[in-house]
Nanobody
């Protein structure tokens, strides 16, 4: 079964950058569409970005378009999320998960029952 571990979060100032990693074990990550989600304190979890399994097409929430970039390294069995021009409102725990598809970030749903431990991103103003 596919197991995912998120890492790369941290504390940065507004305008800074981070690269999050979603490392897979148990299966080949390129068999799956992978989505990144985030959950801020007191808010519902929301979809942030997604990369398809077959053609590598990507999709982003409007709030992060032009600032975040999702990519995959099949040799490393890892999906990355590059976070640039960070804002305080990007502060959240970020999670990756296999998803059913990337057509609509707003209704993106994971295809496995569990969530990983996530990685905390904190952006100071």
């Amino acid at each position: 079964q596919l197991q995912l571990v998120e890492s790369g979060g941290g504390l940065v100032q507004s305008g800074g950058s981070l690269r999050l990693s979603c490392a897979a074990s148990g299966d080949r990550l390129d068999y799956y569409a992978i989505g990144w989600f985030r959950q801020a304190p007191g808010k519902e979890r929301e979809g942030v970005s997604c990369i398809e399994s077959n053609d590598g097409r990507t999709n982003y929430a409007d709030s992060v378009k032009g600032r975040f970039t999702i990519s995959r390294d099949n040799a490393e069995n890892t999906v990355y999320l590059q976070l640039n021009s960070l804002k305080p409102e990007d502060t959240a725990v970020y999670y990756c998960a296999p998803v059913w598809g990337c057509m609509d970030i707003a209704i993106m749903k994971k295809s496995q029952a569990y969530w990983g431990q996530g990685t905390q991103v904190t952006v100071s103003s």
